[in-house]
């Protein structure tokens, strides 16, 4: 189980973006996925992801972790953001796209 959390932890701090899926982006397993996907797709950088599917120690060990039940799981920056209603209403009122914006050092400007 320690080996899962280290794995979950250096999944996090290696990635700007990383997004706990069920699925790939190409092909998400749920609609919870899908959605959260497009909202990160529209913002028009790349993401890491994890399908939690072919993973099941993180898929059992992230809620943990995280202190949140569900996926997918959107984490920027080492923090987590939320799930796909978060990122979601984040997409629609242009928050998501400021906060990957600074995770990859952009700007709107």
């Known amino acids: 189980m320690s080996n899962t959390i280290d794995t979950i932890k250096e999944q996090i701090s290696s990635n700007d973006i ?4 069920k699925g790939n982006p190409r092909a998400p397993q749920c609609g919870f ?10 913002c028009g950088e790349r993401f890491a992801f994890v ?3 072919d ?3 993180i898929r059992a060990e992230l809620p943990k972790f995280a202190n949140w039940p569900t996926f997918p799981q959107l ?3 080492g923090e987590l953001v939320g799930g796909c209603d978060i990122i979601v209403e984040m997409a629609g009122n242009g928050e998501l796209q400021a906060l990957i914006n600074s995770a990859v050092g952009t700007s709107e400007e």
């Open 75 to 77: 984490w920027v920056k």
């Open 51 to 53: 399908n939690i599917l």
């Open 33 to 42: 996925s899908s959605q959260a996907v497009q909202a990160l797709m529209s």
């Open 18 to 21: 990383l997004l706990y899926m």
């Open 55 to 57: 993973n099941p120690d």
